[in-house]
């Protein structure tokens, strides 16, 4: 009888677990700038300078130009580092890049869009394979809280240099 108890109870935690990750497992956040699409492109692609934005990386490298096939290395300020590849590149537009986690991925997508004479900026996150309800618990939530101050602190230094322009 116990043994039920016990294996009901894990069963209830576990997918619990799962329907509350859901919404940490595609999350995005979409901001409104007075930046050029110039001065945001160049905030967004020059990976180096990631951590000054983004508060939950120590450090970002690539490996080569910002296109299609590159590889870089991220390390955040909790856990290991992890390498990313650049998947898709749309000059001044978008771009996405993912990272192998166990079993699954990290894909990150960033695009802007112009919608009545202003632009926008979105960062739309997703956990995608086997493992993805567990890393939405893991990271997603954290990831997601995140957001909108990282994508504040773009908006910040992309519009800074517009205005110096």
Do not use: C
């Not at 983004?54 to 080569?64: E, M, N, Q, V, W």
């Not at 992890?82 to 695009?111: H, N, Q």
């Amino acid at each position: 009888m116990m043994q039920k108890l016990i294996l009901m109870t894990t069963f209830l935690f576990a997918v619990n677990s799962i329907v509350s990750a859901k919404g940490n497992r595609h999350f995005s956040h979409t901001v409104v700038t007075a930046a050029s699409r110039q001065d945001l492109w160049q905030v967004w692609t020059d990976v180096d300078n990631w951590h000054k934005w983004d508060s939950g990386l120590r450090k970002a490298t690539i490996y080569g130009e910002f296109k299609t096939g590159t590889k870089g290395e991220l390390i955040p300020d909790k856990g290991p580092s992890a390498r990313f590849v650049i998947t898709e590149v749309y000059s001044d537009s978008s771009y996405v890049f993912k990272t192998k986690i166990p079993l699954g991925w990290l894909v990150i997508k960033r695009f802007m869009q112009d919608k009545s004479g202003q632009l926008y900026f979105t960062h739309d996150v997703k956990f995608k394979g086997l493992l993805s309800p567990l890393w939405a618990v893991l990271l997603g939530k954290r990831y997601r809280k995140m957001l909108p101050v990282v994508m504040e602190e773009i908006r910040k230094i992309a519009e800074a240099k517009t205005t110096k322009s």
